[in-house]
Structures are given as C-alpha cells and as structure tokens.
C-alpha cells in the first residue's frame, strides 16, 4: 500500500479489517508486503491478538500516537464515542479519516476536526475477513476504495443520504439468523435434537451463500430458480413473506433509516 493505516477502536469489524489485508498479502504468490497497520490501546483483547499474529501490525500507546503514525486512520469507535474521542486528539490536514461509525455524518465529523482533513465514510462488513465482503464508501476516494477493494470491493455512494440507505439495510443481519433459528426451533419440536436441527440448517443454507457470493444471478431470478409452481418453496415463500410481511419490512427499514440520519420518526 505504500501507506500506513492506522485503527482507533479495534473491535470485531476493525479486527476483520485486519485479518483480510494481513492474510491477503500472505496468500499472493510470491507472498507481498503486509500492510503496516497501528492498533489503537482501545479493544486489547483484539489489539493484542493481531499484533501477536501479524509482524506488520503494531499497538500504539494511545490514540495520538496512532495519529501521529498514520497517513489514514479508520475511526471505528461507538457512535456515542465519537465526540470524546476526536476531541482529546489532532488530526493534521493530511491525515484522511475514515469513519466506520453508524449515524455520524461528514459534517458532525467534521465540526471536531479543526484542521479539516478529509473524511471519508465507509460501511465494512464481517465478511471482510475472507475478502467477500463489499464495502459502501462515501464521498468517494480513491485511496480509500483501493484498501476496501482488496477485501471484496467497494460501491460509491453518490450522497450521504445513498449511504444511509445502504446503512440501514445492515439492521437485517441478525434477523436473518432469527430466521434460521426459528426453522431450527420448529425442527426440535418435531423431534430433532438441537445439535442435528442445527446442522441441517446450516448445511441447507450455507450453499445459498455461495451462490450469492459466486454468481451475479439477479435476486429476483434466484427467487424463481430455487421453486415450482405451486411447489412447496413457492407455497412458504406466499404464505410468509406475504405483501403484509413485506411492507412490516420496509416500514422497519423506513425506522433505521430515521434512526441513523436523525430524522423525526412518525
């Protein structure tokens, strides 16, 4: 990269971040550089691990430090945390910011940076880690679209009000798994014990990861693909995810969007 990044806040998404550039560039052949990475004091547990992983990954001394160290600095604290950090620290000019809290916009960021650097929003997701995961940027920046690009790729969001909406569409993911246990509750009380109704839960739906992963299939035409007319997975796609259903979705996402842009909820 010819930079170094450095990380405040080195919790989950941050530590995935670090894993998929370290193992990346240990997986080219020939093997490349791994990036030079500087973990803030915050997340230990994680700071620790890496830096004990990967020779090219560093714990700073605190957050200036980190700073000082740094050419970009991925913000990826709390949204609650936000002002008491960027307060306590100076962020020169040159020093691109780039900001994976939820809700906190360019402009609040940018009232706690008096030496006006660039600040670019980003969304990075868990599957960063295997460098499957695509990574929504806003306002776009080169530099900042090549880090993310090597770990799954990047979409631009042309305004911040596009960012919010792909922010808000990341309030499903723990949904989504409430709806694999729901499946797997329903197969124990027919009988199943946990550990089997979990692995075949698991084992039907981890294909259809793959497929969304492998292909460029349009959603719509995998809809179709995986049912019969009136077979059985048409009847539970009518019967459940049903235009009352779908409405209760969008309407909840209609509420995160709110949420994460500040506007007046009805």
């Known amino acids: 990269m010819g930079t170094r990044l450095g990380i405040i806040g080195v919790g989950e998404i941050a530590a995935a971040i670090v894993d998929g550039l370290c193992t990346q560039a240990a997986e080219e052949s020939p093997p490349a550089d791994a990036p030079a990475i500087v973990l803030s004091p915050r997340g230990a547990a994680h700071s620790a691990r890496l830096a004990e992983t990967y020779p090219h990954v560093e714990v700073a001394a605190s957050n200036q430090e980190v700073i000082d160290r740094s050419d970009r600095v991925l913000l990826a604290v709390l949204p609650q945390q936000v002002e008491e950090v960027l307060t306590e620290l100076d962020v020169p000019e040159e020093t691109t910011l780039v900001s994976a809290v939820a ?41 900042v679209e090549a880090l993310f690009d090597r770990l799954g790729g990047t979409v631009v969001a042309e305004t911040e009000a596009m960012f919010s909406t792909l922010s808000a569409t990341t309030a499903t993911m723990s949904a989504h798994f409430a709806y694999l246990l729901t499946i797997t509750e329903w197969l124990i009380a027919q009988g199943w014990a946990r550990t089997d109704a979990e692995a075949v839960v698991r084992g039907q739906f981890v ?60």
């Open 103 to 143: 809700g906190v916009s360019v402009a609040a960021l940018e009232t706690l940076l008096p030496h006006r650097p660039d600040v670019v929003r980003v969304i990075p997701l868990p599957a960063v880690r295997e460098r499957r995961g695509l990574t929504a940027v806003h306002p776009g920046n080169a530099p």
């Open 207 to 266: 294909g259809l990861g793959t497929t969304l992963a492998d292909t460029d299939t349009p959603i719509a035409d995998l809809v179709a693909a995986h049912e019969t007319p009136g077979g059985i997975n048409a009847q539970v796609r009518s019967e459940w995810m049903d235009e009352d259903n779908r409405q209760h979705l969008s309407a909840a996402l209609d509420a995160v969007l709110a949420r994460v842009t500040g506007a007046p909820q009805t």
